[in-house]
């Protein structure tokens, strides 16, 4: 019984590398989709998705995003003749903008759909990664 439990404890441990790989795996699939569904002009849209890890200080805990690259920001804000940022090319795809006649041109959504159209896939991928890494660790530490 007491080995039992120090195995458990060590199984516990999981080392962050397998937490890290398994999110990023689930993470991937958004990004792809989110890059397959973003409406194309010039292709930079397409170009400035990329997937960006949260540094947590809590073990066994990772968090990517799906955001877009800052160092494109001189193609994606729009600037007036003063030079103030008043329009973010990203934002207004996703969630829509005013003309400037006043109507209103409805978002494609595309970052949207491609998280909740994708949640199962990236759960079931997260959950058999993270468990074919733990299978690992047992094997590695000749508990099975």
Known sequence: ?????????????VPQKHVTASARKGMNIVLRSAK???PVDDG???????????????????????????????IFQTKDKDGNINGYYPASQEYG????NGRYIPG???????????APAVQR?????????????IAKAGLK
Not at 1 to 13: A, H
């Open 44 to 74: 930079d849209l397409k170009k400035g998705i990329k997937l960006n890890g949260e540094k947590s200080k809590i073990k066994g805990k990772k968090v990517y995003q799906v955001i877009f690259d800052s160092d494109m920001n001189d």
């Open 108 to 118: 494609y959504n595309f970052m949207h759909y491609a998280l909740t159209n994708n």
């Open 125 to 137: 991928v997260m959950i058999t990664t993270m468990k074919t890494k733990i299978d690992q660790e």
């Open 1 to 13: 019984m007491d080995k039992l439990q120090r195995d458990l404890k060590e199984l516990g441990k």
């Open 36 to 38: 397959a569904k973003a």
């Open 97 to 100: 903008f005013f003309a400037k």
